[in-house]
């Protein structure tokens, strides 16, 4: 090569790096009661940090999904063929128990092992984790029907990944999927149009277009349909137990922004088989179970994709100089990422204690079901809201290395709004939060019990959480207020768990940041008092 191809001042790959060591991460898992998994958490995450596991998600998403609608002698199959690479990804994911299985698990904190794993190896790839979190939350709607539960809830939870469409009672494992969202409704789910008519053999058949499935290759969904009872749920096979392909045609995959690895299809039913969940005319309700435990894994989904970000921005600005010294040490850079290593923390210790009030409400616990009812919706609203502004400054710090695909920092770009959109926009989640709040006290007197046990630690979060106070206190114009209002019940109850569980030098900066006013609303705005390098270091990549 000639001397003016000599490669100087590159970062090294970011490689051999253990993404379950994140500080935040482990002090989070042992406050929630999940410190008995680190060996297993350790595992998975010196293998989400190798070059071997980004090849695996950078494949999955350059080779996206293909549908096949017919074989080759004109039957209908309806067949989406993946890349090997996806199927190594969710095979990892199924056999570390990322789906389905804490609901078989009886020891506490098993939801929390759960979540810590599924954020670690949510930074590898993020679309193959759809299927992972719907098959998560299938199980609690499913028990309305014990009959159903006792069938497929083995197979659900089982630590097997077995592709293929086979009648799910031959499968070793089964993946599930949701089927509701209808083009005349979005959101609205009352809205939807698919009927649903009783069948002599006591199941019921269904007819309508779904305008967005997810993971249309799964065994069984969960779907909403008007029986002539009112808006129902049902649980609808791919395969019948004679191993006929049920009547889902597959009309087209979505080409979409992001999410590439993942098929989302337009499904339609043409007398599809299904059985009911819980009772006729309550689907909302039954369904409700299973966005419950979506919209934590959005929450959680978000935060591991900030750290993906986080790590890449601070690894390249640790090894690259610029203006005679390392971009690490130069003070703006320092100011942006620590900026970005307090939201990320801020987004980590969250997750864990939704997961955590998840975990204890499934034991029983009536108080932490009251506080996840909210907090849940909350953290939906608040931390995917806050991704794609985040992934972008993260990849701005890589400057134009950041904007080529080789570095992954587009894709994690891509990925970034999705999770503010699934199970509800925005606007969708605080108004789920407003509903709460005016008709389920017990949410929020848990809610504000939470903020109180930091009372006193903090006189910044102390005044945020009086002036949240004032804002509860207020019905005029409550939904035009909405996402403020919201907006500042997350920022208090991140707020409230790190003063009382992070190291001073996070706490401080983040209640002076986000709840002092010394903050500009764009990352890189800290008061100069901040230590960056105690911040930082939390922050860095361990090997």
Same mark, same amino acid.
């Not at 089982?158 to 799910?168: I, N, Q, V």
């Not at 008519?197 to 997810?214: C, E, N, Q």
């Not at 690894?315 to 005679?324: K, L, S, Y």
């Not at 503010?420 to 019990?449: H, K, M, Q, T, Y």
């Given at each position: 090569?000639p001397?003016?191809?000599e490669v *100087?001042?590159?970062?090294?790959p970011?490689?051999?790096?253990?993404?379950?060591?994140?500080?935040a991460?482990?002090?989070?898992?042992?406050r929630e009661g999940?410190?008995?998994?680190?060996?297993e958490?350790g595992?998975?995450g010196?293998?989400?940090g190798t070059a071997?596991?980004?090849?695996?998600?950078e494949?999955?998403?350059?080779?996206?999904p293909v549908?096949?609608?017919?074989?080759r /002698?004109?039957h209908?199959?309806?067949?989406?063929?993946?890349?090997?690479?996806?199927?190594?990804?969710?095979d990892?994911?199924?056999?570390h128990?990322?789906?389905?299985?804490p609901?078989?698990?009886?020891?506490?904190?098993?939801h929390v092992?759960?979540?810590?794993?599924?954020y670690?190896?949510?930074?590898v790839?993020?679309?193959?984790?759809?299927p992972?979190? $719907?098959t998560?939350?299938?199980?609690?709607a499913?028990r309305h029907?014990?009959?159903l539960?006792a069938? /497929?809830?083995?197979?659900l939870?089982?630590?097997? /990944?077995? @592709?293929?469409l086979?009648?799910?009672? +031959?499968?070793?494992?089964l993946?599930a999927? $949701?089927?509701?969202?209808?083009?005349?409704?979005?959101s609205d !789910?009352?809205?939807n149009?698919?009927r649903?008519v009783p069948?002599?053999?006591g199941? /019921?058949?269904?007819?309508g277009h779904?305008? @967005?499935?997810s993971?249309?290759?799964s065994?069984? @969904?969960?779907?909403?349909a008007?029986?002539?009872e009112g808006?129902?749920?049902?649980?609808?096979?791919?395969?019948?137990p004679?191993g006929s392909?049920?009547a889902?045609?597959?009309q087209?995959?979505?080409?979409k922004?992001?999410n590439?690895s993942n098929?989302?299809?337009?499904?339609?039913y043409?007398?599809a088989?299904? %059985?009911?969940?819980g009772?006729p005319?309550?689907g909302?309700?039954?369904?409700?179970?299973m966005?419950?435990g979506?919209?934590?894994?959005?929450?959680?989904?978000?935060?591991a994709?900030?750290?993906?970000a986080l !790590?890449?921005a601070?690894?390249?600005?640790?090894?690259?100089?610029a203006?005679g010294?390392l971009?690490?040490?130069?003070?703006?850079?320092?100011?942006?990422l620590?900026?970005?290593a307090?939201e990320?923390?801020?987004a980590t210790a969250l997750?864990l204690?939704?997961?955590g009030?998840?975990?204890?409400?499934?034991?029983g616990?009536a108080?932490?079901r009251?506080f996840?009812r909210?907090a *849940?919706?909350?953290g939906?609203? %608040?931390? +995917?809201?806050?991704q794609?502004?985040?992934v972008?400054e993260?990849?701005?710090?890589?400057?134009?290395?950041?904007y080529?695909?080789?570095?992954g920092?587009?894709?994690? @770009?891509?990925e970034?709004?999705?999770n503010s959109? %699934?199970e509800g926009?925005?606007? !969708?989640a605080?108004l789920d939060a407003?509903?709460a709040?005016?008709?389920?006290?017990?949410a929020?007197?848990?809610?504000l019990?939470e903020?109180d046990?930091a009372?006193?630690?903090?006189?910044?979060?102390?005044a945020?959480?009086?002036?949240?106070?004032?804002e509860l206190?207020d019905p005029?114009?409550?939904e035009f207020?909405?996402r403020?209002? !919201?907006?500042?019940m997350?920022l208090?109850?991140?707020?409230?768990?790190?003063?009382r569980?992070a190291?001073?030098a996070?706490?401080?900066?983040f +209640?002076a940041?986000r709840?002092?006013g010394e903050?500009g609303?764009?990352?890189g705005?800290?008061?100069?008092a901040?230590d960056?390098a105690?911040?930082?270091?939390?922050?860095?990549?361990r090997?």
């Amino acid at each position: 090569m000639p001397p003016t191809h000599e490669v *100087v001042n590159q970062p090294s790959p970011l490689e051999d790096h253990d993404a379950a060591a994140e500080p935040a991460l482990r002090e989070g898992m042992e406050r929630e009661g999940a410190g008995w998994s680190a060996a297993e958490l350790g595992e998975l995450g010196r293998l989400a940090g190798t070059a071997r596991a980004r090849g695996w998600a950078e494949q999955a998403n350059a080779n996206v999904p293909v549908l096949r609608t017919h074989d080759r /002698y004109g039957h209908r199959i309806d067949e989406v063929d993946f890349h090997p690479a996806w199927h190594v990804l969710l095979d990892t994911a199924v056999a570390h128990g990322l789906h389905a299985a804490p609901w078989a698990d009886g020891r506490a904190g098993a939801h929390v092992a759960r979540a810590a794993g599924f954020y670690v190896w949510s930074q590898v790839e993020a679309g193959h984790g759809c299927p992972v979190s $719907m098959t998560y939350a299938a199980v609690p709607a499913l028990r309305h029907s014990p009959d159903l539960a006792a069938r /497929y809830e083995p197979l659900l939870t089982a630590r097997e /990944y077995d @592709f293929g469409l086979r009648p799910p009672e +031959t499968k070793r494992g089964l993946l599930a999927g $949701m089927s509701m969202t209808e083009k005349q409704g979005g959101s609205d !789910v009352r809205a939807n149009t698919t009927r649903a008519v009783p069948a002599p053999d006591g199941g /019921y058949r269904l007819t309508g277009h779904k305008w @967005f499935t997810s993971a249309p290759m799964s065994d069984v @969904f969960l779907t909403l349909a008007q029986a002539p009872e009112g808006l129902s749920c049902f649980l609808v096979p791919r395969v019948l137990p004679d191993g006929s392909r049920n009547a889902l045609l597959i009309q087209r995959l979505k080409d979409k922004l992001g999410n590439r690895s993942n098929a989302s299809a337009e499904l339609e039913y043409d007398g599809a088989l299904a %059985w009911l969940v819980g009772e006729p005319g309550r689907g909302v309700r039954t369904i409700i179970e299973m966005v419950n435990g979506t919209r934590l894994d959005c929450v959680i989904g978000s935060a591991a994709g900030m750290r993906a970000a986080l !790590v890449q921005a601070v690894h390249h600005a640790a090894e690259r100089r610029a203006f005679g010294s390392l971009l690490l040490d130069r003070p703006l850079m320092r100011n942006v990422l620590a900026d970005l290593a307090l939201e990320s923390e801020a987004a980590t210790a969250l997750m864990l204690r939704l997961a955590g009030a998840t975990d204890r409400a499934v034991r029983g616990d009536a108080e932490e079901r009251a506080f996840r009812r909210l907090a *849940v919706a909350v953290g939906k609203f %608040w931390v +995917t809201k806050r991704q794609p502004a985040y992934v972008a400054e993260a990849l701005e710090c890589l400057g134009g290395n950041g904007y080529v695909e080789e570095s992954g920092m587009p894709r994690l @770009f891509r990925e970034s709004p999705l999770n503010s959109i %699934w199970e509800g926009s925005g606007n !969708v989640a605080a108004l789920d939060a407003l509903r709460a709040l005016s008709r389920e006290p017990e949410a929020v007197a848990a809610f504000l019990a939470e903020l109180d046990r930091a009372a006193g630690a903090d006189a910044r979060l102390d005044a945020a959480v009086r002036r949240l106070r004032a804002e509860l206190a207020d019905p005029e114009g409550a939904e035009f207020r909405a996402r403020g209002v !919201v907006g500042l019940m997350a920022l208090c109850l991140q707020g409230s768990l790190l003063v009382r569980h992070a190291p001073a030098a996070v706490a401080d900066a983040f +209640t002076a940041s986000r709840l002092g006013g010394e903050w500009g609303h764009v990352f890189g705005t800290l008061p100069r008092a901040v230590d960056t390098a105690a911040i930082l270091d939390r922050a860095r990549p361990r090997r």
